[in-house]
């Protein structure tokens, strides 16, 4: 943002000395307004083709004051933006640092893989419940996202066993394989499990026979929004009273009515 203000700004003054310099030559040496605007041009850039007619004293003096000038535009425009090029980059270093040690800090968290329309809505829940977790994310654009929303990741693939160690699988409670490749998620399920034997394994399925193989692969629980959204269109149809009791009593909205699931441990 600040680089976009130092370049409109550096275009301003720019066009405001073309603007002086070609009125200055016009009103001393009486040039037309083309030759006076190319005058200005050659002599602001100093490309050092020389004067194009010969310059009275007066023009001279004006010439040197717009060469001293456009030096000094031409230095703020460097100055400025490497400034804001070198302390953008700081910056972002200095913030991803700081992601990286709040990662590595994590335990009994949650690894949320992909950031699609599924995922992201997932990552909102958790903040929502305020869950610890970390978000393991391979698309640029979704990176943004995720940066906008404020949101722990790893920006890598998730198939490759390093982005999955780097969000802390190992010391995770559970991961939620949500990319929309069964593929994939047949991968992390391989991979995470073989990382952390205690994880509990959530996995997202697309295509109907890949369910059978997820579980195989060491997924607790396999889940395919289609067919979930299919039964809930049903429901909503055909029993439309218990999906509304059913939403009262799940969504966090309804404070007044809740259900909540708790761990009663043996010594207890």
Excluded at 15 to 32: D, H, K, M, P, V
Excluded at 142 to 150: Q, T
Excluded at 219 to 231: E, K, Q, T
Excluded at 244 to 265: A, G, N, P, S, Y
């Amino acid at each position: 943002m600040k680089l976009i203000r130092h370049l409109l700004i550096a275009v301003i003054v720019i066009f405001i000395l073309l603007c002086a310099g070609t009125t200055g030559y016009r009103l001393i040496e009486g040039w037309s307004l083309l030759d006076a605007l190319y005058m200005t041009v050659i002599t602001i850039t100093t490309v050092g083709y020389g004067e194009i007619r010969q310059l009275s004293e007066e023009g001279r003096i004006f010439t040197v004051f717009l060469i001293m000038s456009s030096f000094g535009v031409m230095g703020y425009i460097v100055t400025s933006t490497a400034q804001t090029l070198i302390a953008g980059q700081i910056k972002m270093a200095l913030g991803r640092r700081k992601l990286e040690k709040k990662v590595k800090r994590l335990k009994n968290h949650y690894v949320l893989c992909g950031y699609g329309r599924i995922g992201s809505f997932i990552a909102r829940e958790f903040d929502a419940e305020h869950v610890p977790f970390v978000v393991v994310e391979k698309d640029p654009e979704k990176v943004k996202l995720l940066e906008e929303d404020g949101f722990p990741y790893i920006e890598g693939d998730a198939i490759d066993d390093e982005n999955l160690i780097s969000a802390g699988v190992e010391r995770a409670t559970c991961l939620v394989a949500a990319t929309g490749s069964d593929a994939d998620n047949l991968y992390i399920t391989l991979s995470t499990r073989s990382l952390n034997p205690n994880i509990y394994i959530l996995s997202r399925a697309a295509e109907a026979g890949a369910e059978k193989k997820l579980l195989t692969a060491g997924a607790n629980r396999v889940v395919s929004p289609y067919l979930i959204g299919a039964a809930r269109m049903l429901n909503a149809v055909l029993r439309p009273n218990i999906v509304e009791f059913v939403d009262l009593v799940v969504e966090r909205k309804h404070l007044e009515l809740q259900l909540e699931e708790i761990t009663v441990e043996d010594d207890s």
